[in-house]
């Protein structure tokens, strides 16, 4: 959606969206530390500009300064995602492995 970077979601709710179970109907994410740093705000889809373009007052012709990361914050979009343009931005800490249940009574013994 917006282009090539590493994309996080605020909840794992949002990550779940993107998962697919393996042959034993297990389900595996990351939890990550992710570090932003300059981070750029989009409220709309966007493919064709540049990834993270240069900050505006703190650019100069001779030395240009870029966004580190981006927030995406679109209308009607759940959770808002986190995008960075470098992996060493970020660090899987845990993988962590579920399974999805059918009703929320499946959670509870009785």
Same mark, same amino acid.
């Given at each position: 959606?917006?282009?090539?970077?590493?994309?996080?979601?605020?909840?794992?709710?949002?990550?779940?969206?993107?998962?697919?179970?393996?042959?034993?109907?297990?389900?595996? /994410?990351?939890?990550? =530390?992710?570090?932003?740093? !300059?981070?750029? +705000? &989009?409220?709309?889809?966007? @493919?064709?500009?540049?990834? #993270?373009?240069?900050?505006?007052?703190?650019?100069?012709?001779?030395?240009?300064?870029?966004?580190?990361?981006? /927030?995406?914050?679109? =209308?009607?979009?759940?959770? !808002?995602?986190? +995008? &960075?343009?470098?992996?060493? @931005?970020?660090?899987?800490? #845990?993988?962590?492995?579920?399974?999805?249940?059918?009703?929320?009574?499946?959670?509870?013994?009785?």
């Amino acid at each position: 959606m917006f282009g090539r970077g590493v994309y996080f979601g605020e909840s794992p709710s949002k990550a779940d969206q993107y998962v697919r179970a393996d042959s034993g109907g297990k389900l595996h /994410m990351f939890l990550s =530390r992710v570090c932003l740093g !300059r981070c750029q +705000v &989009v409220r709309t889809p966007r @493919s064709n500009e540049a990834f #993270l373009p240069e900050v505006d007052g703190l650019s100069t012709a001779e030395v240009p300064v870029y966004y580190d990361s981006m /927030m995406a914050d679109v =209308r009607g979009m759940r959770f !808002r995602e986190f +995008v &960075v343009g470098k992996d060493t @931005s970020a660090y899987p800490e #845990l993988l962590v492995e579920y399974e999805r249940f059918e009703a929320i009574e499946d959670c509870f013994v009785q």
